[in-house]
């Protein structure tokens, strides 16, 4: 059984969660944003070596320009860090939803990767001297599939619309 005191905690942090729901989402993007940023130049360009985030010049640009990716992914990571440790102060943090968020802004940034940086503006591709299509196609699938459902996430923790008149 709830006493009065566990009652008005839990009031209130349903109260916030709906207050701060729109932290809770960019504190999620961001996240996802610098996530799969982080991934993307860990595996594909350290381990893998696969490519730079700049490969239009010499490998020495390549490297700097990894690096400023690579700031960049912690940039935003710390950035959702910031508001995370803010709603979590103000019992306002929404998992759900958060989740939901994180999963969109990964996805956002893996589409953008493979059809601006990729193809629109050729900056790089995901691998050299082999057929390319197969990559393309799960990369872009894999970011698709993280957008739908972090979309589905969002939908089922989105804010009712106010009655007229209440």
């Not at 985030?53 to 940039?75: M, P, Q, R």
């Not at 979309?151 to 619309?161: E, G, H, I, N, S």
Request: charged share 15%; aromatic share 14%.
């Amino acid at each position: 059984m709830f006493t009065n005191t566990e009652n008005a905690r839990a009031y209130a942090n349903g109260k916030n969660r709906k207050v701060l729901s729109g932290r809770n989402l960019w504190s999620g993007v961001l996240f996802g944003i610098g996530t799969a940023a982080f991934i993307d130049e860990v595996v594909f360009h350290q381990l893998l070596h696969w490519h730079h985030f700049y490969d239009l010049s010499t490998s020495d640009i390549g490297l700097v320009s990894d690096g400023l990716f690579h700031a960049f992914s912690w940039f935003a990571t710390i950035a959702s860090l910031f508001l995370f440790a803010d709603l979590r102060r103000r019992n306002a943090f929404w998992p759900q939803r958060w989740i939901g968020g994180m999963l969109i802004g990964a996805g956002a940034f893996q589409l953008y990767d493979g059809t601006i940086q990729h193809k629109l503006l050729k900056l790089h591709q995901i691998r050299y001297n082999v057929d390319i299509l197969p990559y393309d196609l799960a990369w872009n699938a894999i970011a698709v599939l993280l957008l739908l459902v972090g979309a589905v996430l969002l939908w089922k923790t989105r804010q009712p619309a106010e009655k007229k008149g209440s």
